[in-house]
C-alpha cells in the first residue's frame, strides 16, 4: 500500500529540509573546525586563561552544532528515502530536542541580552587581537570587514590615526569619520540589545520551522507502519 499525496507531500519536504540541514552543517562544522585548528588560532586553545574566553565558547558550538545536524541529515536521509521506521524515529527525537532547545536559546537569549551584548563585544575583542597578532590572517581581515560594513563602525577606538584595522572599515560618511569613526564595542552592545527581539524572533521561526519538519516525520512514522501492517495482513491471508 503506496504513501498517499500528504504522505509524498511530507516526504519530499523533509528530504528537501535535510538537504539545506546537510548544507548549513558542513557549512557551520567546517568553521568551527577551521577556526580550531587555524595557525592563527590555535594558539588560543593552548593558553589555560583563555579556554572560557567567548570565542573559545563560539566556536565550541560551532563545532558541537555542525555534527549535530549531520547527524541529524543522516537519519533524516536514510528514513525518508527509505522509508525506514527505526531511522524515522531517531530523526523525531533529535528534531525534538533540537526545537526545544531553539526555542529556549532565543527565550534565555532575549531574557539575558545584556550579558550576551558583552559576550559579542568579548568575541570582536578577540577577533581583534588575532587580526593584530596574526599579521593580517585574511579569513579574520574578511571577518572584521563584515562586522564593521555590517553596523558601521571601525576599531576598539575609531579613530583612524591610531587604528591598525583601518583596512577593514567603511569607507567614512562625511568630513569628521575621517578622522573618527564610532568605536565597535559600543555599536556592538547596543546593536544587540536593539534586536534582541528580532534574534528571538529567529530562533523561534526556526523552531516551527523544526516542529513542521517533526510534523511530517510523524505523518510518514505513521503511514508507514500502515503500510506494513497492511503488507503483514496480506501475508498472513495469503499463507
Known amino acids: 500500500m503506496a ?31 577551521w577556526l580550531r585548528f587555524s595557525d592563527s588560532t590555535r594558539a588560543i586553545f593552548q593558553i589555560q586563561e583563555l579556554n572560557s574566553s567567548a570565542f573559545v565558547t563560539v566556536v565550541t558550538i560551532l ?26 524515529q531517531v530523526f523525531t527525537v533529535l528534531v525534538s530536542f533540537l526545537a526545544t532547545a531553539e526555542v529556549a536559546f532565543g527565550v534565555l537569549g532575549y531574557a539575558n541580552r545584556h550579558a550576551v551584548g558583552g559576550k559579542m563585544v568579548e568575541f570582536y575583542s578577540t577577533m581583534y587581537a588575532l ?30 590615526p591610531f587604528e591598525w584595522v583601518q583596512s577593514t572599515c567603511p569607507s567614512p560618511d562625511g568630513f569628521f569619520e575621517h578622522i573618527k569613526m564610532p568605536g565597535c564595542p559600543a555599536i556592538i552592545g547596543s546593536f544587540y540589545d536593539s534586536k534582541a527581539q528580532l534574534v528571538m524572533a529567529i530562533f523561534l521561526g526556526t523552531g ?23 503488507i503483514t495482513a496480506h501475508y498472513t491471508t495469503v499463507y
Open 3 to 33: 504513501l498517499d499525496g500528504c504522505g509524498h507531500f511530507c516526504k519530499y519536504a523533509l528530504i528537501i529540509f535535510n538537504i539545506i540541514f546537510a548544507v548549513l552543517g558542513v557549512a557551520l562544522l567546517g568553521l568551527g573546525l
Open 63 to 88: 563545532i558541537v552544532l555542525g555534527s549535530v545536524m549531520l547527524i541529524v541529515v543522516m537519519f533524516g536521509d536514510y528514513g525518508t528515502c527509505n522509508e525506514k521506521r527505526g531511522a524515522l
Open 131 to 160: 587580526y593584530l597578532t596574526s599579521g593580517g590572517d585574511l579569513f579574520i581581515a574578511a571577518t572584521l570587514s563584515f562586522i564593521h560594513n555590517m553596523l558601521h563602525c571601525c576599531g576598539m577606538t575609531g579613530i583612524a
Open 208 to 230: 516551527a520551522l523544526l516542529i513542521m519538519a517533526l510534523v511530517c516525520a510523524v505523518i510518514l512514522l505513521k503511514q508507514t507502519k500502515r503500510n506494513q501492517q497492511a
